[in-house]
């Protein structure tokens, strides 16, 4: 194979990778949308308040993996529930902006948090649940057993999530976020759907958080910020779905993993802010030709 067409092969690869923690923060994003209206600044902090939680529990308190994990998770639920229940639930009948600007708050309160605790290590690292890679043949791509397995927990939950929607549960959820007025009426409880959808995106968000971490060094802001920065390509992938559409969050992700990856091919490389550039300009481009996104079904576009 060629010297370009193996970059290509290479950066195709490592983006779909990427994509699946863009594809689970675009899913939790997508979730709230649909349930609120709320474009949750926030999505990104759950996830990496999970990683410092399960980072403390593994390295500093000397638990297993799997109980670090559950306590992650645990802890970004609760972080997600009491985001709802503090500051969403209150702003209820305030402008969207308002709201926004409040799940921004709980994202900065918590990075302030996260640099308080961990203040005397700056910079962090977690084992991976599987330390080993093996190379693409062909191509010779890098793929940690690590990305798989995020890979992996990607396609059970779209596959939980697309089950859950059509179950009676699901249907009563959806119908609270459509109709909720009517949905009171008939005996719907609108204040648990919408804790128990805020619950879904902060687990989402965790295990984004979680399963990325070992991948790279972390600090405070990890997922909104910091090395990890999948708060705005997790925006991008939702935008590319329409903010409604989960099946079209799942492959906005890979697609918006696969053009930022674009941007380290060797004739790139000199060119500033080449994946930030590709990034925006292909949402540009997508929102100017199909402004409803492009991982949209007819339906949800005519609707």
Known sequence: MSGLGQEVGVAIVTGLLQGCVYALVA?????????????NFAQAEFGTTGLFAAYAALTLWG??????????????????????RLVVHPLRNA??????????GVALAAIGIQFWQFNETLIMTMPRIVDSFFLVPVIGAPVT????????V?????????????????????????????????????RRVSMLTWAMAALLGGLAGILSGPNLTFTAG????????????????????????????????????VVEQMGTLSFMIEV???????????????????????FVPRTAVAA
Do not use: C, D, N
């Open 272 to 294: 500033p802010g080449a994946r930030a550039m590709l990034l925006f300009g292909f949402l540009l481009v997508v929102l100017m030709v199909k402004p409803h996104g492009i």
């Open 27 to 39: 899913l939790g994003i997508v979730l709230v949308f649909r349930a609120s209206g709320v474009f």
């Open 63 to 84: 638990w297993s993996y799997s109980w670090a994990i559950a306590f992650g998770l645990a802890v970004a639920v609760a972080m997600g529930l009491l985001t709802e």
């Open 95 to 104: 402008s969207r902006v308002t709201v926004l600007v409040g799940t921004a």
């Open 145 to 152: 057993v690590q990305q798989l397995i995020t890979l992996g």
């Open 154 to 190: 990607l396609v059970v939950a779209s596959l939980v999530l697309a089950l859950f929607f059509r179950s009676p549960a699901g249907l009563t959820i959806q119908a609270a976020q459509q109709e909720p007025t009517a949905a009171e009426l008939v005996g719907i409880s609108v």
């Open 222 to 257: 990890f997922l909104s910020f910091g090395a990890g920065r999948a708060l705005l390509p997790g925006f991008m992938a939702a935008v590319l779905a329409g903010m409604r559409s989960m099946p079209g969050a799942v492959a906005g992700g890979l697609t918006v993993g």
